[in-house]
């Protein structure tokens, strides 16, 4: 499962999104796409003149291509990731986040693209991506949100944060590294 997320509001930005989305789809995963890239993906049309939506069938299933809405119905799209969890390996939901995580980490194939900028929400909910154990990559921009996670599992003391309502250090749990990663384009020779 490919996720298209953010907004890829810069230079030839839709048209790369449409032409990712439209390649995994032809490889047969599921493409995902919500908000901004979504409309994107739509005002791009092949030589025949049809969207990638129109190309492929809005089925989750491998080949397709589904628009789960605004740029907040990511979170569907983590719901998903969650359910197939769920259904596949019968776990149970209720108070059982570490073994999900670690089931999804380990056995279900999902990466989300933020290839533009998003909104606070969005990068809210790509880092909950990251702890599902789910790898985020970002666009050209991306670098410029600086929560790469690069802390290392083995140093506990790098998985302390501030709480802001309260002013007090929480741990919150080492995920896998690199999971949210930036685009470099290969400089030119």
């Not at 005002?43 to 989750?60: H, I, L, R, V």
């Not at 802390?151 to 506990?156: L, P």
């Amino acid at each position: 499962m490919v996720a298209f997320v953010g907004c890829v509001n810069f230079a030839n930005g839709g048209k790369e999104v449409a032409e990712m989305c439209t390649e995994f789809a032809r490889r047969r995963y599921i493409a995902v796409t919500s908000g901004c890239t979504a409309m994107s993906i739509a005002m791009y049309k092949d030589e025949e003149g049809k969207t990638p939506y129109e190309q492929y069938p809005g089925d989750f299933d491998a080949g397709c291509i589904v628009n789960v809405g605004s740029c907040v119905a990511n979170a569907h799209i983590s719901g998903a990731a969650i359910k197939i969890a769920s259904i596949f390996a019968r776990r149970d939901l209720r108070g059982n986040y570490e073994e999900i995580a670690d089931y999804v980490y380990n056995r279900v194939g999902a990466v989300g693209i933020a290839w533009g900028a998003m909104s606070q929400k969005a990068a809210a909910i790509a880092m909950g991506f990251t702890r599902l154990g789910i790898p985020v990559i970002v666009g050209p921009h991306g670098s410029k949100y600086r929560r790469m996670l690069l802390g290392r599992a083995d140093r506990e003391e790098d998985w302390y944060t501030y709480d802001r309502r309260t002013g007090e250090q929480v741990y919150v749990g080492a995920v896998p590294e690199h999971l949210f990663v930036p685009w470099r384009p290969k400089k030119k020779q």
